[in-house]
């Protein structure tokens, strides 16, 4: 296997868990807070698209989804282009609202863009810093693993609320 045939198989992995958490469910099941200050469904997988579009469209040197498609005008949320829902307060938190359509359209848009980008990567590709305000400076390949656990996360956690729903 491939550094890019591994890749490509952990966001297909992350893509499957997203669209299953948002299948069938209305728009206010998908914006449900388990408690007054918990994430949504929504929030969540919005949240992990969102870091895995601005992360890696950075480090790819491409136009984030969110704005070249379209998206930041379909979720209408009032933020900022690059705003990918991290240090959001509760009251932000509720105003993701989306139907699942929607939110199946950005995680679906996203994925092929990472994808197509992903796949033509080779090891070495992996070794290149992408950011130097960390210490040690950050490669790519650290930042691609932290935007697959983050989305691991965040999208387990919506797998979890939804299981409290039903």
Do not use: C
Not at 41 to 47: D, N, P, Q, S, Y
Not at 98 to 110: D, G, Q, T
């Amino acid at each position: 296997m491939t550094p890019s045939e591994l890749l490509i198989d952990s966001f297909e992995r992350v893509r499957e868990g997203a669209l299953a958490a948002i299948d069938g469910l209305s728009e206010e099941q998908l914006a449900h807070r388990v408690a007054p200050d918990a994430n949504s469904i929504a929030w969540l997988v919005w949240h992990a698209y969102r870091v895995q579009d601005e992360h890696l469209a950075d480090a790819a040197g491409l136009q984030q989804v969110w704005a070249a498609r379209g998206f930041i005008e379909h979720f209408d949320l009032d933020i900022d282009e690059d705003d990918t829902g991290y240090g959001h307060t509760s009251a932000q938190v509720g105003k993701v609202r989306a139907p699942a359509e929607l939110l199946a359209r950005y995680v679906e848009a996203v994925h092929k863009q990472t994808l197509a980008w992903v796949g033509g990567l080779s090891a070495e590709d992996l070794d290149r810093v992408v950011d130097t305000s960390w210490d040690p400076p950050v490669t790519l390949g650290v930042r691609i693993v932290s935007v697959i656990n983050d989305d691991t996360q965040h999208i387990g956690q919506a797998a979890y609320v939804r299981g409290l729903l039903d």
